[in-house]
């Protein structure tokens, strides 16, 4: 008899943190979810407004307001905990107050006896991602950070309006800092195994101006939102259910993370936005793409910017 269940603790129930949970009971991904914040009667109010839907769940979730403690017996432990980005603010300026917290998270969650991954969503992710490793001293492979999978959605989406053509057809990543410097793989970009740039030197509907301009609403897409609406949450809540999925079930998925490189792409010692391998085990694999020059010096170049940030956080390492 299986007397084991999949439980995700959830520390952090703000806007992204709360439509997280929403989407995993929707989805049904977990057998457990616990939900810590500082705010605890706001997210005992969570817990209690998502266990009245359970009768429309596809199936049972066992939800409530819970600790630290918890932490020992979970699978994954996702972080949502810290500060927003502001209107006018970029991800990276939220580094030092987010790394101080985050500091404290992982001491709690490793005190219980945690011994599971970890799934880091509060930016700047790939800096907090990367401290959530060394905080935690668990291997590499099992501190996996959002990285670039919303970029990534992002990217898939406006391609697929703009050719007219249903948006899980197209395949295509964003790589490097989930931010300023991220950059799009036009190289390796398809629709149902065309490339792109074939598509777009066959038909003269289709301009590169047009898609160079669609590559900047999707680096842009955070602040147009913050501007309307304060954050961004559904995309990147139903991005980290994609990728508890992908662990939870040991799919062997290929999502586009924020993952240590140890020399892939010509990078050492940084967690940064590229493909990976995921499954039960965490990250199995980085996929390290043919990049063109262009693309591998625009790599680089994030990879600095993500450095020279960390380094004022965590000195030279």
């Not at 995700?8 to 977990?30: C, D, I, K, R």
């Not at 662990?247 to 990976?276: C, F, K, M, R, W």
């Amino acid at each position: 008899m299986k007397n084991r269940v999949n439980r995700v603790v959830l520390v952090g129930t703000g806007a992204v943190g709360s439509s997280y949970a929403f989407a995993m009971l929707n989805q049904g991904v977990a057998e457990e979810l616990v939900l810590v914040d500082l705010n605890k009667e706001k997210s005992e109010g969570d817990a209690m407004d998502l266990n009245h839907g359970m009768p429309f769940a596809p199936s049972p979730t066992k939800i409530w307001f819970g600790d630290y403690s918890d932490c020992g017996q979970a699978d994954l432990v996702v972080l949502c905990a810290g500060a927003n980005q502001k209107p006018g603010e970029t991800r990276l300026d939220l580094v030092e107050k987010n790394t101080k917290i985050f500091k404290n998270i992982v001491a709690e969650v490793m005190g219980s006896g945690f011994d599971g991954i970890f799934l880091v969503a509060t930016n700047p992710v790939d800096i907090l991602t990367y401290a959530v490793w060394q905080f935690s001293g668990l291997p590499k492979e099992r501190v996996i950070g959002s990285g670039t999978i919303l970029d990534t959605a992002r990217f898939r989406f406006l391609l697929g309006d703009y050719f007219n053509v249903d948006t899980r057809n197209v395949h295509a990543y964003i790589v490097g800092e989930h931010g300023d410097t991220e950059l799009p793989v036009w190289s390796h970009a398809d629709i149902g195994g065309k490339p792109i740039t074939k598509i777009i030197e066959e038909n003269d509907t289709y301009m590169q101006e047009d898609l160079d301009s669609l590559f900047l609403n999707v680096r842009d897409a955070a602040y147009h939102i913050i501007q309307r609406k304060g954050a961004t949450f559904y995309g990147i809540a139903m991005g980290l259910v994609r990728l508890t999925k992908a662990i939870l079930h040991n799919e062997n998925s290929i999502l586009t993370v924020s993952a240590y490189l140890d020399g892939e792409y010509g990078q050492q010692d940084i967690y940064i936005g590229v493909p990976a391998i995921v499954n039960r085990n965490g990250i199995r694999d980085v996929v390290e793409l043919e990049l063109t020059e262009g693309e591998l010096q625009k790599f680089g170049h994030s990879a600095d910017v993500l450095r020279k940030v960390m380094q004022s956080v965590f000195g030279n390492q």
